[in-house]
């Protein structure tokens, strides 16, 4: 019967900086076998034993996959009118399915805005510092519920495998958060994990690609 694992993490990338962590927070949950976290990080955890720390070390093709330069874009800057822009930051956009997604600033001057689709931790090692807090049995209203959204994923990874990635259409919205964005324990599905509050600010896009 499957199993699910509560564990707390800190990650941090090649260069040692902190990425992601919830200690003194609520135990990561997730049921095995399910592919609700990065493979690189599961296999390892389902080996382990409760109280058991260890670092694992997770490379980027069992991460969050390597980088796709056909992801980034430039856009015209009429569209990100009521941003103040930034290099490196994080805007949100919708998909025409109603997915909110993430881009990152990587350039712009006076005529167009550079965008980034990519995961920010893609084509990037990760340490992951683990302490395993519960193992128990996956209840069935769990096992029921995880096989809806295996179904789900599925159609996901179909639809994602025929666009390559699924990015704002014309008349979406561009938007700003409020909060600290964590990406960390969600899955490679094409979707972001996102905690915050969008402060007002928007833009239409009229990317049609």
Do not use: C, W
């Not at 690189?40 to 382990?48: P, R, T």
């Not at 807090?133 to 769990?142: I, K, N």
């Not at 639809?159 to 561009?174: L, W, Y």
């Amino acid at each position: 019967m499957a199993k699910v694992y509560e564990i707390e993490y800190v990650v941090k990338n090649s260069n040692g900086e902190v990425v992601d962590s919830n200690k003194g927070a609520e135990p990561l949950k997730f049921v095995a076998g399910k592919g609700e976290i990065i493979p690189g990080l599961e296999k390892e955890v389902v080996n382990m034993e409760v109280g058991e720390e260890k670092n694992i070390v997770v490379k980027a093709e069992e991460a969050y996959g390597y980088r796709d330069e056909s992801l980034v874009e430039t856009l015209p800057k009429e569209q990100f009118e009521g941003i103040e822009l930034q290099k490196g930051m994080t805007l949100y956009g919708q998909t025409p399915q109603g997915e909110v997604i993430s881009v990152v600033v990587v350039d712009f001057n006076n005529n167009g805005v550079t965008i980034d689709y990519n995961h920010p931790l893609a084509g990037k090692s990760l340490l992951f510092s683990v302490e395993i807090l519960g193992v128990r049995e996956a209840t069935a209203e769990e096992v029921a519920q995880e096989m809806g959204l295996e179904v789900e994923k599925i159609h996901h990874i179909e639809e994602i495998n025929q666009s390559t990635r699924r990015r704002p259409r014309k008349g979406a919205a561009f938007f700003l958060m409020s909060a600290v964005v964590s990406f960390l324990p969600f899955p490679l599905f094409g979707g972001f994990g996102f905690i915050g509050k969008a402060v007002g600010q928007e833009v239409s896009a009229d990317s049609t690609t």
